[in-house]
C-alpha cells in the first residue's frame, strides 16, 4: 500500500512537471509568433494529444510496476523534450531581440599612441612632451581628447599633421614623442606597407572613450511580407563586435520583393569614389572620399552615401563582421560556391590556406571569408571580388533556408549573436520567417556590380592621394534603374547591362579627376589591383604606393585648390 502510495505522489509530480513545460512552451511558441497558423494550430493539438494520452496511461491503464516504470519514463522524456525546446525557444526570442535591439549611442575610442621601445609608458611621462595631433581630420575625436588630457593635468605641446599618414610617419622618425588618433583609423595606418606594423611597434598609452547618438533609424515598410524594400549589408572590416564603428569593406544592396520572389543583389566596390552624405553631420559632408571610409562615420554615413549617390530609399541595415561572416559560414556546415571557367585560383593572397577550383567548391568559414576578399588573384581586381561576396551571400541564404540550418541550430545562433545587427525591428524579423515558412517561395537571385576605373585622389579620410574606383555614372544609373524596376515589381533584367554612350564619371566629380578618362576598351587598372605595389595584410593596401614625397607635414592644402 505504501509502495503504491509513492508512486501516485511520484506520478502526480512528473505529471504536474510534463503539464507546466508543455504549456510553457506552447506559451513561448505563440509569443514567438513566427509559425504560421497551420504549422501553429498542428504543434498544439499533437502536444496536447501527447500530454493527455501519456497522462492517461501513467495514471489509468499502468497497474503492474513494468507498466508504471514504462510510462513514468516515457513522461519524463517527453518532458525533458518539452524543457529543451523551451530553451531553444528563449533564445531565439532572445537572439532576435538583440540583433534587433538600437543601439542608442555608439561607442568611439580615441588613443594616445607611443613607440613601445619609448619611455613613455603613461599619459603622465607627456606632460611638456610633444604630440602629433591632426589638423583637419576627424577634429571631433582629436578635440575629445585633447580635453580630457587637459583634465588629466597633463599638458602637452601639439604638432599638427594634415594625413593620418604623415603623422605617423613623424611617430616612427621620433619628430613626436607620441600621437593621438581614433582607433578606428588604425587599419588605414596598417594597410600602408611601411607602418604595416604599427600595431606591434606602438602602445597605447591613454584612451578617451566618448560616445554619440545613434542614427540608424529604419525607413520601416508597413508589411515587410507584402512591400518590397531594401536592405544595406555592410561589411566591416574588424574582427570581435559590432560596439565601435570602422571600415565598410563590404558593401551591398539587397532588394526584396516579397510579391515576385525576386531578390536583387547590388554590389559597390570598397574603393568607390563617393561623396560624403549624412543626416547628422557628424561625416565630412560634400567630400570626396572612399565608400569603405564611410564606415568609419557610422554606418548611417554608409547608408546616407549610397542613397544620395543611387537616388533610392535603403529602409534597412545589417551589419557583420568578419568574424560574424566565418562562424555562420561554419555553423551552417560550409557553403557551396559555383565558380566559373578562367577563375580558378590555386593561393588566395588573402589566405594561401585556400583556392578555389571550376565548378562547385565547398568553403569553411575561413575559405569563404577568403573567397569574399581576394581581388589580387583576379584580372578584375575589385570588381570579380563584389562578385565573390554575392556568391557567398546567395549561398548563405540558400542554406539557410535549408534543413542543414535546422540540424545546426544553436551554433547558427551562437555565431550570429554579437556579430550581427540590424535595425529591423524583432516583429519584421519574425513576421518575415513565418512568411518564408508558410509560403517557402523559390527566390530568384539577380546580381548587378558598379563599375569604374582605378585612380590616386584625394581622400579626406586620410588626408592625401589613395587609390580609388572612379566611378563611371552609367554603371550607377544603371543599378539604380534595376533596383526601381525590382521594387515595382519587375526583373532587374528588364534593365540593359550594356553600356551606351561614353563613360562619364558623377556630377560630384567634375573636378577631382588627376588623371582624364578612360575609354571602355583601354582600362587600365594595373597599379590598382597589383600586389606588388599593394600589400594585403587581411585588409586592403590602398595607399602604400603613395609615399607622401610631395606633401609637407605642416602644409594644410584647401581641397578645392588641390583639385
Not at 603622465?124 to 612632451?129: G, T, V, Y
Not at 588630457?149 to 614623442?177: C, P
Not at 563586435?241 to 565598410?248: F, K, T
Request: charged share 25%; with cysteine; hydrophobic share 35%.
Amino acid at each position: 500500500m505504501k509502495k503504491r502510495k509513492k508512486f501516485v505522489i511520484f506520478a502526480w509530480i512528473i505529471s504536474i512537471w510534463m503539464i507546466i513545460s508543455s504549456a510553457l512552451v506552447l506559451y513561448h511558441v505563440f509569443n514567438l509568433q513566427m509559425l504560421p497558423m497551420q504549422i501553429l494550430s498542428m504543434v498544439s493539438i499533437i502536444v496536447l494529444l501527447i500530454v493527455v494520452i501519456l497522462l492517461l496511461l501513467l495514471h489509468f491503464v499502468s497497474k503492474k510496476t513494468v507498466s508504471r516504470v514504462f510510462s513514468s519514463i516515457l513522461v519524463c522524456l517527453f518532458s525533458v523534450v518539452m524543457v529543451i525546446g523551451n530553451l531553444y525557444l528563449i533564445r531565439t526570442n532572445d537572439f532576435i531581440s538583440s540583433v534587433s535591439e538600437q543601439k542608442e549611442k555608439v561607442k568611439h575610442t580615441v588613443s594616445v599612441y607611443a613607440l613601445k621601445d619609448s619611455k613613455v609608458k603613461k599619459l603622465e611621462k607627456l606632460d611638456n612632451k610633444t604630440v602629433g595631433i591632426l589638423k583637419k581630420i576627424d577634429s571631433v575625436s582629436t578635440q575629445k581628447s585633447l580635453k580630457d588630457i587637459k583634465k588629466q593635468n597633463v599638458t602637452i605641446k601639439q604638432k599638427m599633421y594634415d594625413s593620418v599618414q604623415a603623422m605617423v610617419k613623424g611617430l616612427y622618425d621620433k619628430e613626436v614623442d607620441a600621437i593621438i588618433l581614433n582607433t578606428s583609423y588604425v587599419s588605414n595606418v596598417t594597410d600602408i606597407e611601411e607602418y604595416k606594423d604599427f600595431r606591434d611597434k606602438t602602445k597605447v598609452v591613454y584612451k578617451t572613450v566618448y560616445y554619440t547618438k545613434d542614427q540608424t533609424d529604419a525607413l520601416a515598410v508597413s508589411d515587410i511580407t507584402t512591400h518590397p524594400f531594401t536592405i544595406e549589408i555592410s561589411g566591416n572590416d574588424a574582427y570581435g563586435d559590432l560596439e565601435e564603428d570602422s571600415r565598410s569593406d563590404v558593401n551591398m544592396l539587397v532588394t526584396v520583393n516579397p510579391n515576385t520572389s525576386t531578390v536583387l543583389l547590388t554590389s559597390i566596390p570598397r574603393d568607390y569614389y563617393i561623396q560624403y552624405a549624412c543626416e547628422d553631420n557628424e561625416c565630412p559632408v560634400g567630400e570626396l572620399d572612399k565608400l569603405t571610409h564611410t564606415g568609419m562615420s557610422g554606418v548611417d554615413t554608409t547608408r546616407d552615401t549610397l542613397s544620395q549617390m543611387l537616388g533610392v530609399d535603403i529602409n534597412y541595415i545589417a551589419r557583420i563582421n568578419f568574424d560574424g561572416a566565418k562562424n555562420i559560414v561554419d555553423a551552417l556546415g560550409g557553403v557551396d560556391v559555383n565558380v566559373d571557367k578562367g577563375l580558378s585560383v590555386d593561393e588566395f593572397y588573402t589566405n594561401p590556406a585556400y583556392g578555389v577550383h571550376e565548378g562547385v567548391n565547398h568553403l569553411d568559414g575561413a575559405g569563404a571569408l577568403a573567397f569574399a576578399r581576394e581581388r589580387y588573384a583576379y584580372e578584375d581586381g575589385d570588381k570579380q571580388r563584389v562578385r565573390n561576396q554575392q556568391i557567398v551571400l546567395e549561398a548563405l541564404v540558400k542554406k539557410a533556408i535549408s534543413t542543414d540550418a535546422v540540424k545546426n541550430y544553436t551554433k547558427l545562433l551562437d555565431a550570429m549573436k554579437g556579430c550581427f545587427q540590424t535595425n529591423m525591428s524583432d516583429d519584421e524579423i519574425k513576421s518575415f520567417i513565418k512568411f518564408q515558412l508558410q509560403a517557402n517561395p523559390s527566390w530568384k537571385f539577380e546580381h548587378y556590380v558598379l563599375d569604374g576605373y582605378g585612380d590616386q585622389l584625394y581622400c579626406a579620410a586620410s588626408g592625401q592621394d589613395a587609390s580609388v574606383l572612379v566611378p563611371d555614372q552609367r554603371t550607377i544609373d544603371i543599378a539604380s534603374q534595376k533596383i526601381k524596376a525590382v521594387l515595382n515589381g519587375q526583373s532587374s533584367d528588364t534593365v540593359s547591362d550594356e553600356l551606351t554612350g561614353e563613360q562619364t564619371i558623377p556630377d560630384y566629380m567634375a573636378n577631382a579627376v588627376s588623371v582624364g578618362m578612360k575609354d571602355d576598351t583601354s582600362e587600365d587598372t594595373s597599379a590598382y589591383q597589383d600586389p606588388s605595389v599593394y600589400q594585403d595584410t587581411g585588409s586592403y593596401a590602398d595607399e602604400s604606393a603613395y609615399d607622401g614625397s610631395s606633401y609637407d607635414s605642416m602644409d594644410y592644402y584647401d581641397l578645392e585648390q588641390y583639385y
